[in-house]
């Protein structure tokens, strides 16, 4: 998490400000995760936005994440031979 990302959740005033934030926090970790998968061609650039999409619409389901996940650690162990 960023300094200016901890700064917005600690000032948000409602619940519904800091589920924003979270839901975008999450999001950009998603993306950061998917980038080298795509780069790799371990996913699509089409279905990587579609799953940050749903992570930014506030989808924090285990499945999802599981995803997530599943398509990083494959792209990684194929980056260092580990597969």
């Known amino acids: 998490m960023s300094v200016e990302e901890a700064t917005a ?8 400000a800091r589920e924003g934030i979270t839901r975008g ?3 950009r970790h ?5 980038e080298a998968a ?3 061609g371990d996913i699509s ?10 992570v ?4 924090h389901s285990s499945a999802l994440r ?5 398509v990083a ?3 990684a162990s194929n980056r260092d031979g580990t597969a």
């Open 66 to 70: 599981r995803r997530i996940n599943e």
């Open 9 to 16: 959740l600690e000032s948000a005033e409602t619940e519904e």
């Open 25 to 27: 926090i999450r999001a």
């Open 73 to 75: 650690r494959r792209t």
């Open 30 to 34: 998603a993306a950061a995760r998917l």
């Open 45 to 54: 650039a089409g279905e990587a936005k579609r799953l940050v999409d749903e």
């Open 56 to 59: 930014r619409r506030g989808d």
């Open 38 to 40: 795509v780069t790799a």
